[in-house]
């Protein structure tokens, strides 16, 4: 039972670059959600998808794009990478309003 | 801007002795969940409350709610070194089941 499974765990890239992060639940979950963590910070919620083929702004969506491309599913793009998105980011999903489950995290450092 | 604010930021404490973590909110909440994070490691659920709960409890832990305040508390008995990490608060609103996160507690039990 892998539960959410993002790849890559580390990537650095150069200011300017695309990168994709891609997450993928095996718990048949309607929602999913991707957040990035600063320094010494909370989890800020980036984009939201509450059902395949729906996806929703959350706090600090600027600069980023998402897909769901099927329920499985739940892709970060970045199009242009700044410094200023140096973070950890973490895709989750749930079923409900009650069982958050979260992946292990991508470690991002663009230079 | 994130929707909990936690008190104290940073807590630090020797073993054995109790941990007090606030968290305040700013919307109608369905439920309010805690959560642990181990040095930028991933994040662990420990326990959840809802809005019609007032007090919960769980092994050490207990979670009280007060929705009149908008404000919930983290109790943590008889500390013990391995509780040392970031904690955080989220919240899930009715609408959509976005769970927001605090800014977090850094919690230092030393032995």
């Known amino acids: 039972n892998a539960g959410v499974t993002q790849t890559p765990k580390f990537q650095v890239l150069k200011t300017g670059q695309s990168m994709t992060l891609q997450c993928a639940q095996d718990?048949?979950?309607?929602?999913m959600y991707w957040y990035r963590q600063d320094p010494g910070m909370g989890l800020r919620l980036i984009y939201y998808?509450?059902?395949?083929?729906?996806?929703d702004k959350g706090e600090v969506p600027n600069g980023y794009n998402v897909s769901r491309l099927n329920k499985r599913e739940f892709s970060l793009r970045l199009e242009s990478a700044a410094p200023s998105q140096t973070s950890v980011y973490f895709c989750?999903?749930?079923?409900?309003?009650?069982?958050?489950?979260f992946g292990s995290g991508t470690r991002l450092t663009v230079v | 801007s994130q929707q909990g604010e936690e008190d104290p930021q940073a807590l630090s404490i020797q073993e054995g002795e109790n941990a007090t973590m606030n968290c305040s909110y700013k919307?109608?909440?369905?439920?309010l969940q805690w959560y642990r994070q181990n040095s930028g490691r991933g994040l662990v659920h420990l326990i959840l409350i809802r809005s019609n709960e007032r007090e919960k409890h769980s092994g050490r832990l207990r979670v009280t709610l007060d929705t009149s305040k908008k404000s919930s508390s983290l109790l943590i008995t008889a500390s013990r070194a391995a509780d040392t990490a970031s904690y955080f608060c989220?919240?899930?609103?009715?609408?959509?089941?976005?769970?927001?996160f605090g800014q977090g507690t850094e919690l230092s039990v030393k032995p």
């Open positions: 998808s509450a059902s395949e083929g729906t996806t």
């Open positions: 718990m048949n979950h309607n929602s």
């Open positions: 989750a999903s749930s079923w409900d309003f009650y069982g958050y489950t």
């Open positions: 989220a919240t899930v609103t009715n609408q959509g089941g976005k769970l927001i």
């Open positions: 919307t109608s909440i369905n439920n």
